[in-house]
Every structure is written in structure tokens, then in C-alpha cells.
């Protein structure tokens, strides 16, 4: 049998068996076996190829190689890949995850002795590791074209895939209110029970509902069924669905289309986008309306979707304003694990809140071996084992060869790494595999890893993602020449179950010996994860830079802070750290303002302490005398006492930054606050107690520094 009979052998056991596999096929062709391929899944397929191919017209969907998210959200018989060099991760997952059951991932690729998926000039260890991965799929098939032969094939017929999805372990609760034909819309047990809580949530007092699941558990699906309970029993007016694009919403719009028919709810009108998507359905009475996260104004009822694209900032702002909020969140996917961020969302929507979680897949059967391929090859559920015997603790770099060829480390040091951090992707495996200026260090116990750091060597020659703490520090210390290194850690991670007992410091102190050995005059991080701040200044970080913008992902602003190594390194770090000291003092009340006051504060007071460009004129310090000595309040000279306090906070490091009063002042006079705000931020029970507080504790403070101040009148 030819090459392509085994191709179709193969599709055949797809298809009957409804499980989805792989495809690989090694050739020179390019462009024909990609044509060949979209005809097996007879133009029902996406493709990932680079513009200059002209094959993106040969399935529904396109993406070039640098933009997979714009297939994200579709779903096809097939996926096709046809990229020269470098095949991103997330390329492999995301396009995965598009497929049906009965359908096949392709990867259209050179002839295999030739084929290097990995980066040019790279280690060649993700090229190793991928191949070793296709060769353990247990349904794949890979061809080498041109020679006509098989390099492997495996029909394993996964056990334990169902085959098909039921509803006959569910029975209804007892007055859930949901319609038995609407329930019998679900395919599965956990949709139809969320969408019970849903009605639930429509109907009661509830203010914000989180559903969380993996990629294609029919999260979007369940909410648009939700969405027609409501139209249907008239609880929604006016609803707003927000999400990446208007095809990422389409599977709620058909929950939703679904939904209406079924409740025999007629007489409301379809919008469709230029390419086809539904962008609004509008009744008599409701009105449920696509709009792009960019513009979203708040409504009665906010719907988001894929809330991990739209960003905290944003699912924060909505959910606050609108009456009620519906959110969808990905655990584990293309994009890497959400883990961490369905986690934050409970605390940022508003209560009373409700949760759920859909288990099975729906896109293709529970138990799919290519979903679990790809969980397991991209670690997108890496758990990390659990230290036992923290005794004997044993700091080592995990070079990336070990990562490459032992599975079981390179789980337990990205778990590690997947479970504290908000964002990983599929692509950071390339980082660590590939990447000559990461390096990875674990503190293990036993032989298992107990923490672990990702760290970038910075050098001024490096690609711009090598030196974006290095960048904004020279930005800071107003320096363009500096030729030094500086190590950063991009994140650092202590097994969760292991924190606070020192482990993190004692690693990042072994790092900070390795990065002095190897001459490097600083030691940087950059976060935007505000609450660990402590921790470094603990562990004698000194605060250099923080962003003006947010962070699109975390919706807070990164923070940067550097540990200097030599003398050079101190200089310069002294000089950037200084420059953030005015501008948090002078850009207070504006770029900073939405900075947490004791935040504020304890960075102002790890920086060095300097003398601000700010006197004040005769007349305010005779306004500032007036205030001291109780004849004026601070609002009735706040020009003086704002310079002056400025001075104060710049020129000394007396002042404790924990102390409520200190964090009063700062959030009032700094940041400008309004007292109603500065009493919940000090625990007073009324603005008058808070006025009082921070108006004692400028006179005092202000009275102490007097000799700063009064040696900076203007003549
Ligand atoms: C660049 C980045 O990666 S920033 C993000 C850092 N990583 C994370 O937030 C992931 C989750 N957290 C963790 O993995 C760990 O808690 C780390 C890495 C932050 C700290 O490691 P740990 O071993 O837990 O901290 P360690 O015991 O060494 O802490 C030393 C001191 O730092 C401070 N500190 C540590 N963690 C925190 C925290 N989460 N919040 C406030 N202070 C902290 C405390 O002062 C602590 O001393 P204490 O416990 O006596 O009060
Ligand atoms: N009850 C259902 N009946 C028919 N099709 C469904 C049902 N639930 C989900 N689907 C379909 O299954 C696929 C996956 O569902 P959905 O997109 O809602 O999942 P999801 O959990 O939001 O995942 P993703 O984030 O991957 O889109 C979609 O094509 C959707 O239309």
C-alpha cells in the first residue's frame, strides 16, 4: 500500500473509532501534501501557514504562524500545519484543540532526517524532544512522502474513550426550574447541572458566576443555554457578551440560537459580522449584543468569555459596574495553564458569587488520546510531586538536557513552575529547552524539586526579551552606556505546599552566588504580582522602576527591582532607584495613584533617600507655619504641605512604612486621595478620625523635619 492509502487507512480508524490522531508527513512538497490533506477533511479544516504558501484559501480558516489565535475558538474536521522551521508549541496545542472527534492534526513537514522544528541557533534539544513525543503517540501515523515509506505508525486504540456523550447519569434536581427540553439540549452531565446553577444565578441574588473548565467542555455553549432560560423566563434586558473576537463567542451565540428554539421563544432578529459570525440577537424584550473588550461599556447582564484573553483589569471594571456578570475561564489549554487565574478571579468579582466546573470534553469524546498527547507532551497539566524530606535541601542548576530526557524532572520543576504562576504557555518549553540565556535552577529535597527559578542572563548585545530589566534600568538611571550583565529572574516558585519556610530565599541566594561568580554586576526581577514585593526587599532588593502601563494579562503594573553585585552595578542601581523615588513622590497623585498606598510606601522607603528638586516659596512656608502651629488645616496649605512632606519622605528613612499614619499620609497628601478612602485605607471608623490622624502625624513628622524643609525656601 502507497503512502496515501496508509494516510486513508488511517483517517478510516479515526472515524470509526471517533478518537482523533495525528498525522505526520515528511516531504519536500509542501504545498501539494497540504492541498492532499485538506481534501481528506474535504475543506472542513484550519490552516497554519505562512502567507508567502498561498494556501490560505484552502480551508475555512487561516492563520499565519504568528497569529494561531486567529483559528482559536473554530472548530474543524482537521488542522493542518504547514511551516518551515521553527513550529512554535503553542502552534501544535492551540491548533489541536480546534479538532472534532473523528478528526486528525497534520504536520506537514520536511523529510524527516532534515525536519528541525526548534529556532535557528538553538540547542536542538526541542527538535529531540518533540520527535521522541510524536514517535509515543499511541494514534498517529508518519510518513515520509518522497521516500514512500512509514518512520512510524501506532493505532492504539486508546481504552477507557467513551463513545459517545450521554445524559443518562443525569436526573434533574427537584424544582431547578430548567425545562426538561432545555436540558436535554446539554451532552453532558456537568453542563446540564451548570446549567441549573446558571438558572440558579439568573433568577436569585447573585452578582457574579465563574465557569471554569478545559478547552471544549462546552463552557461557552452552557452559558448561551443559560442566556435563553433567561430570555425565555424574562429575567434580561439588555446583555453585553464580551470576548477576544466575535468567533470566539460563536459557540455561545449557537447555545444561545439553540436555546430560543427549543424554548419555542420566536420573533427576534440575527446580526451576523462580514464573516458570518453572530454578533447580536435581539427580541421584544432582550437584547444580547457581541462587543470587543476595547469598548465594553457595562450592562444589566455582562457575559465574558474566555475571560483570561480579556484581562483582570477589565473583567474587574465590567463586573463592578454591571448587575450581574456570567464568566467563562480556561483551566488548562493552547494557551497554557489558567489555573492560577481562575483562581484570582474569585476574589476580583463581586458577591455574592458562584462557582462551577464542567468536566468532560465535548468537543471530542471524554478520554481523547490527542488531548491527552497534548496535555502531557506541553505539560499543560504538570502536577509536581510533593517534596517529602525537606532535611536536606541541595541547590542545582537543571541543565537542559536533563529537562529534554527525564520526563519526570521536567514535570516537577514546570509544575512547580504551572501551579504559582499566573500564565504559563506551551512556549515557554521552547524557552527552556532552546534558549542559551535561560537558565534553570531547583532547590530539591530528596532528588525532587522544591522550588524552582527560571532565570535570564541580560547582556546589553542580547535580543530585546534578554534585557528588559537591563533596558529599563539604564531608562531609569538616565545611563545609555553601561556594557555590564545583570541576571534576572523572570519567576521564581516554591512548591505550594512549602511556602514561607524559607526555601525561596535560600535559592534565590544561590543564584545570586552563581550570577557573582560569573562577573554579572546585577541581579534583577520584574513581576506584577504586587503582593510578593516583601520578599525581595526582604532578600535586599532595591525598587528601580515601575511601569506606567498595566500589565495586559495580570491588569497590575510591573515592578522591577535589582540586587547590585559590585560597585558598578551599585551606582547604577542607586541612581535608577533614586529616580523612582521622585517619580512615586511627584507622579503620585497621577500615573501612581492607583498603586495601593502601602505599597506605595514600602517602595519609597527601600529606595536610597535623596534630596527632591522641590522648595517652597516664602509664602507657603509661612502657610506651612500657619498649619503646624494648628491655625490652618493641611487642605488650606496643601501646596506647602505637600512639598514639604515630599522632602520629609525623600530626605529620611526614619518614618516606618507599616505604620498606618505614615500610609495615610501617603495615600492623602502623595496620591491625593479623598478622606472617605484614606479611612478605609488606615481601619478608621470616620473620616474625621482619619483626618485627625494624618493631620497629628504631619504636624509631627513636618515639625521633626524641619531643618530639611525650612534650608529649601526659595528667597
Ligand atoms: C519574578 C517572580 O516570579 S515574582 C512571583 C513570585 N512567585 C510567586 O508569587 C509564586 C507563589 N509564591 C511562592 O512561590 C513563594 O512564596 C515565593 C517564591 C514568593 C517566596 O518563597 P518562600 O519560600 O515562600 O519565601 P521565604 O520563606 O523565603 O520568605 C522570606 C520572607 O519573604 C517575605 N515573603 C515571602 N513570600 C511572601 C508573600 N507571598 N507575601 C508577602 N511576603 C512574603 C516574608 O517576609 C518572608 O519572611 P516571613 O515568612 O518570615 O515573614
Ligand atoms: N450541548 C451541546 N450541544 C451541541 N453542541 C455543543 C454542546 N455543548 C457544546 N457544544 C459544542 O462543543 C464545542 C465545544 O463547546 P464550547 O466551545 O462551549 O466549549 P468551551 O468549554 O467553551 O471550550 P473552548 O474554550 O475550547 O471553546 C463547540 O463546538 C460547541 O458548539
Request: glycine share 10%; hydrophobic share 45%; proline share 6%.
Amino acid at each position: 500500500m502507497g503512502v496515501e492509502g496508509e494516510i486513508n487507512r488511517f483517517l478510516q480508524i479515526l472515524r470509526e473509532s471517533r478518537q482523533r490522531g495525528l498525522v505526520v508527513v515528511g516531504t519536500r512538497d509542501m504545498i501539494g501534501w497540504a492541498e492532499k490533506l485538506s481534501r481528506y477533511a474535504s475543506g472542513d479544516c484550519a490552516i497554519v501557514a505562512p502567507s508567502s504558501k498561498g494556501l490560505s484559501s484552502l480551508c475555512k480558516a487561516w492563520a499565519p504562524p504568528g497569529s494561531i489565535e486567529r483559528i482559536l475558538g473554530g472548530e474543524f474536521s482537521a488542522a493542518i500545519i504547514a511551516v518551515e522551521g521553527l513550529i512554535r508549541p503553542s502552534i501544535i496545542a492551540g491548533a489541536g484543540e480546534t479538532i472534532r472527534s473523528r478528526g486528525f492534526l497534520a504536520i506537514v513537514a520536511d523529510p524527516p532526517g532534515e525536519w528541525d522544528p526548534g529556532p535557528p541557533g538553538g540547542t536542538g534539544l526541542y527538535r529531540q524532544y518533540l520527535i521522541s513525543s510524536i514517535k509515543d503517540n499511541p494514534l498517529h501515523l508518519w510518513v515520509d512522502a518522497d521516500a514512500g515509506r512509514i518512520v512510524s505508525r501506532s493505532t492504539d486504540l486508546s481504552e477507557g474513550v467513551g463513545t459517545s456523550w450521554s445524559l443518562d447519569g443525569y436526573k434533574p434536581s427537584p424544582a431547578s426550574g430548567v425545562p426538561r427540553k432545555l436540558a436535554a439540549a446539554c451532552r453532558s452531565e456537568s453542563q446540564a447541572r451548570a446549567l441549573e446553577a446558571l438558572a440558579r444565578f439568573l433568577r436569585g441574588r447573585w452578582r457574579s458566576a465563574l465557569v471554569k473548565g478545559d478547552r471544549g467542555r462546552g463552557k461557552s455553549y452552557v452559558l448561551g443555554l443559560a442566556l435563553a432560560y433567561a430570555a425565555w423566563r424574562r429575567l434580561i434586558g439588555r446583555v453585553i457578551v464580551v470576548g477576544p473576537t466575535p468567533l470566539s463567542v460563536q459557540s455561545m451565540m449557537s447555545g444561545l440560537l439553540r436555546g430560543l428554539e427549543v424554548l419555542g421563544v420566536g420573533g427576534y432578529r440575527v446580526v451576523r459580522a462580514s464573516g458570518g459570525e453572530v454578533v447580536r440577537v435581539s427580541g421584544a424584550w432582550f437584547r444580547v449584543a457581541y462587543d470587543p473588550p476595547d469598548t465594553a461599556e457595562p450592562a444589566p447582564l455582562v457575559v465574558v468569555d474566555e475571560a483570561a484573553a480579556v484581562g483582570v483589569a477589565r473583567v474587574r471594571r465590567l463586573s463592578w459596574r454591571a448587575g450581574k456578570t456570567l464568566v467563562a475561564t480556561t483551566i488548562h489549554g493552547y494557551e497554557g495553564s489558567g489555573r492560577a487565574f481562575a483562581r484570582l478571579l474569585p476574589t476580583i468579582l463581586p458577591k455574592p458569587y458562584m462557582e462551577l466546573e464542567l468536566a468532560e470534553p465535548i468537543r471530542y469524546l471524554p478520554g481523547d488520546p490527542l488531548e491527552r498527547w497534548l496535555y502531557r507532551v506541553f505539560l499543560l497539566k504538570a502536577e509536581p510531586a510533593e517534596p517529602e524530606d525537606l532535611s536536606e535541601l541541595h541547590a542545582v542548576e537543571v541543565p537542559r538536557e536533563v529537562l529534554a530526557r527525564e520526563r519526570r524532572v521536567l514535570e516537577s520543576v514546570y509544575g512547580i513552575l504551572v501551579q504559582a504562576h499566573y500564565r504559563n504557555t506551551p512556549d515557554d518549553l521552547l524557552a527552556m529547552l532552546e534558549s542559551t540565556h535561560h537558565r534553570i535552577y531547583a532547590l530539591t529535597a530528596g532528588g525532587t524539586p522544591a522550588a524552582v527559578a527560571d532565570v535570564v542572563i541580560e547582556a546589553p548585545e542580547a535580543e530585546e526579551e534578554a534585557r528588559i530589566a537591563l533596558d529599563r534600568l539604564l531608562y531609569m538611571a538616565g545611563a545609555s552606556d553601561a556594557a555590564f550583565r545583570g541576571w534576572r529572574v523572570s519567576r521564581i516558585a516554591v512548591h505550594e505546599k512549602i511556602q514561607r519556610r524559607g526555601l525561596g530565599s535560600r535559592l534565590l541566594g544561590y543564584i545570586e552566588e552563581r550570577a557573582r561568580e560569573s562577573g554579572a554586576s546585577l541581579l534583577t526581577t520584574m513581576f506584577s504580582r504586587h503582593d510578593v514585593i516583601p520578599f525581595w526587599i526582604k532578600n535586599g532588593f532595591t525598587p528601580f522602576y515601575i511601569s506606567p502601563r498595566y500589565n495586559r494579562v495580570t491588569g497590575e503594573k510591573n515592578i522591577a527591582l535589582a540586587k547590585p553585585l559590585d560597585e558598578r552595578g551599585g551606582e547604577i542601581v542607586e541612581a535608577a532607584s533614586k529616580a523612582l523615588s521622585h517619580k512615586l513622590v511627584l507622579a503620585g497623585s497621577s500615573i501612581y495613584r492607583d498603586l495601593a498606598a502601602e505599597k506605595l510606601a514600602l517602595l519609597l522607603h527601600s529606595t536610597p533617600p535623596s534630596t527632591p528638586p522641590l522648595g517652597l516659596t516664602r509664602v507657603q512656608a509661612r502657610h506651612l507655619e500657619g498649619f503646624l502651629k494648628g491655625e490652618a488645616m493641611a487642605d488650606q496649605a496643601f501646596d506647602a504641605v505637600y512639598i514639604a512632606f515630599a522632602n520629609a519622605l525623600l530626605a529620611t528613612r526614619s518614618w516606618n512604612p507599616k505604620d498606618p499614619r505614615v500610609i495615610g499620609a501617603v495615600a492623602r497628601v502623595v496620591q491625593g486621595k479623598p478622606y472617605s478612602e484614606v479611612a478605609s485605607i488606615m481601619g478608621a471608623e470616620t473620616v474625621e478620625e482619619a483626618v485627625e490622624l494624618v493631620e497629628g502625624f504631619l504636624r509631627e513628622v513636618l515639625e521633626d523635619a524641619r531643618g530639611i524643609w525650612s534650608s529649601r525656601v526659595i528667597p
